[in-house]
């Protein structure tokens, strides 16, 4: 006999605590994975403790990230799907779910690896995206542990004859190129750009980073050995890993779910403050280059938030709602150098990308499920993105209600970096807010 499913009542029973990230970590083995995340993982694990999810419910998060919602999902022995366009991300997201029955593993292999780099070090292409920021022999040593890692613990269901296949690649091997991603970034620190997201790529003229392959291999040991100890460090109830997660590289515009087949989704977008998401990844992406099957410009292109210019020409759609419309005449109307041209381009583009993603995530929610939804407010200069409300405007036109709205001042954000848009008259800071949306039966307008 089979029970009918209780949709979770957003507007009471979830407990919402602030989304804002903070310097403080929440356990030891969260500190290995630094990359932006949209929400900290006492907001997800507060939210899904509170949500009265069937145990057979399945989470979703179209923009996963560093993987919080996956790893708080699985912690709660909860099933949950995480997708993310950038394959360097989908490797850190599975390293994240690394169980703690592992930790003793990972000395003896990495002594098998470090021994395989030496004696088999490979004939590094001058196309090699590391020569980019490494001088040859570094670059060769970087390349010759990657390659160990790839020979050791990647096999032919991650690399098949159709292409790369990420969501098949063991968190183990994960972990081991989270490991090398913490070398390279280490090592190109003196690129790091004004964004501190951002690894800018060096200038013609610019000496490339040399460093002996003894350095390399002690700072790879080094973090490995860390992250070992921390997995056999955390209390089983911190650290067990009991929900079954898929991570695999997809974009959040296209569905690739079956409708109706998602519980609940929990997640965040990119903001709209121009972080060029690919940017910042520059160094993994590099490491993992034999494993990528599209190139890093084409990459960059088809993120949500991406600084490129479309190719094509984009005509704003009515279900984007009457304050996206009149932030986009706002927008391109100003008198700034490019408003009308580059920068209404790019908005164009980040707004059909949010509205496509948002309606992939109604088709693919039960009806009654519910749509948890993080995002934060910006200013184009003088002119207030309210994403919030265009989030929900966008909901609302593609069968998302939205039933509960909490709002959390930020002192901090990432458009606050440029220093040119303290000229302008506006609030410092921003609002974070959490968006609860109950997918309904209406109609979806494509």
């Given at each position: 006999?089979?029970?009918?499913?209780?949709?979770?009542?957003?507007?009471?029973?979830?407990?919402?605590?602030s989304?804002?990230?903070?310097?403080?970590?929440?356990?030891?083995?969260?500190?290995?994975?630094?990359?932006?995340?949209?929400?900290?993982?006492?907001?997800?694990?507060?939210?899904?403790?509170?949500?009265?999810?069937?145990?057979?419910?399945?989470?979703?998060?179209?923009?996963?990230?560093?993987?919080?919602?996956t790893?708080?999902a699985?912690?709660?022995?909860?099933?949950?799907?995480?997708?993310?366009?950038?394959?360097?991300?989908v490797?850190?997201?599975?390293?994240?779910?690394?169980?703690?029955?592992?930790?003793?593993?990972?000395?003896?292999i990495?002594?098998?690896?470090?021994?395989?780099?030496r004696?088999?070090?490979?004939?590094?292409?001058?196309?090699?995206?590391?020569?980019?920021w490494?001088?040859?022999?570094?670059?060769?040593?970087?390349?010759?542990?990657?390659?160990?890692?790839?020979?050791?613990?990647?096999?032919?269901?991650?690399?098949?004859?159709?292409?790369?296949?990420?969501?098949?690649?063991?968190?183990?091997?994960?972990?081991?190129?989270?490991?090398?991603?913490?070398?390279?970034?280490?090592?190109?620190?003196?690129?790091?750009?004004?964004?501190?997201?951002?690894?800018?790529?060096?200038?013609?003229?610019?000496?490339?980073?040399?460093?002996?392959?003894?350095?390399?291999?002690?700072?790879?040991?080094?973090?490995?050995?860390?992250?070992?100890?921390?997995?056999?460090?955390?209390?089983?109830?911190?650290?067990?890993?009991?929900?079954?997660?898929?991570?695999?590289?997809?974009?959040?515009?296209?569905?690739?779910?079956?409708?109706?087949?998602?519980?609940?989704?929990?997640?965040?977008?990119?903001?709209?403050?121009?972080?060029?998401?690919?940017?910042?990844?520059?160094?993994?992406?590099s490491?993992?280059?034999?494993?990528?099957?599209?190139?890093?410009?084409?990459?960059?292109?088809?993120?949500?938030?991406?600084?490129?210019?479309?190719?094509?020409?984009?005509?704003?759609?009515?279900g984007?709602?009457?304050?996206?419309l009149?932030?986009?005449?706002?927008?391109?109307?100003?008198?700034?150098?490019?408003?009308?041209s580059?920068?209404?381009?790019?908005?164009?583009?980040?707004?059909?990308?949010?509205?496509?993603?948002?309606r992939?995530?109604?088709?693919?929610?039960k009806?009654?499920?519910?749509?948890?939804?993080?995002?934060?407010?910006s200013?184009y200069?003088?002119?207030?993105?309210?994403?919030?409300?265009?989030?929900?405007?966008?909901?609302?036109?593609?069968?998302?209600?939205?039933?509960?709205?909490?709002?959390?001042?930020?002192?901090?954000?990432?458009?606050?970096?440029?220093?040119?848009?303290?000229?302008?008259?506006?609030?410092?800071?921003a609002?974070?807010?959490?968006?609860?949306?109950?997918?309904?039966?209406?109609e979806?307008?494509?």
């Open positions: 006999m089979t029970t009918a499913w209780t949709p979770p009542e957003v507007t009471t029973d979830l407990e919402i605590i989304p804002k990230r903070t310097g403080k970590l929440e356990n030891q083995w969260e500190g290995f994975f630094p990359y932006y995340a949209g929400f900290p993982e006492a907001f997800a694990l507060r939210i899904l403790k509170t949500s009265r999810l069937d145990s057979e419910a399945v989470i979703w998060d179209p923009w996963n990230g560093s993987g919080t919602t790893y708080a699985a912690k709660l022995g909860l099933a949950s799907i995480g997708f993310d366009i950038n394959p360097a991300m490797v850190v997201g599975r390293a994240r779910l690394l169980a703690s029955t592992e930790a003793d593993s990972i000395e003896p990495l002594l098998k690896i470090l021994k395989s780099s004696t088999n070090r490979p004939d590094i292409s001058h196309e090699d995206p590391l020569l980019d490494y001088g040859p022999e570094t670059a060769c040593t970087i390349r010759a542990i990657e390659q160990s890692i790839r020979s050791h613990l990647v096999g032919s269901s991650t690399i098949t004859t159709e292409g790369t296949k990420l969501e098949n690649l063991s968190c183990l091997a994960a972990v081991f190129y989270v490991s090398l991603f913490s070398v390279g970034r280490t090592l190109g620190a003196k690129f790091r750009a004004s964004n501190p997201t951002w690894i800018r790529r060096p200038k013609a003229s610019e000496r490339r980073i040399s460093a002996s392959r003894a350095r390399i291999e002690i700072a790879f040991t080094d973090m490995l050995t860390q992250m070992a100890k921390a997995l056999q460090l955390s209390p089983p109830a911190q650290h067990e890993i009991v929900g079954a997660s898929r991570i695999k590289v997809a974009d959040s515009t296209t569905i690739q779910l079956p409708d109706k087949s998602i519980d609940m989704v929990l997640t965040s977008p990119p903001y709209c403050t121009r972080i060029d998401y690919a940017a910042a990844t520059r160094i993994e992406l490491i993992l280059d034999p494993l990528l099957d599209s190139s890093v410009t084409s990459l960059r292109r088809d993120m949500m938030g991406s600084t490129q210019v479309p190719k094509g020409t984009i005509q704003p759609n009515e984007w709602g009457h304050t996206c009149r932030f986009l005449s706002a927008l391109r109307g100003h008198s700034s150098k490019a408003s009308a580059y920068y209404h381009k790019t908005h164009l583009d980040y707004f059909e990308k949010l509205f496509r993603s948002t992939s995530i109604s088709q693919s929610l009806t009654g499920g519910s749509a948890i939804i993080v995002v934060q407010d200013y200069k003088d002119i207030h993105n309210d994403l919030a409300q265009i989030v929900t405007e966008m909901g609302s036109s593609v069968a998302l209600t939205l039933k509960r709205r909490e709002d959390f001042k930020s002192h901090r954000s990432m458009s606050g970096i440029n220093t040119h848009s303290k000229s302008y008259d506006r609030p410092s800071g609002v974070e807010t959490v968006l609860c949306f109950e997918k309904s039966s209406g979806i307008h494509l």
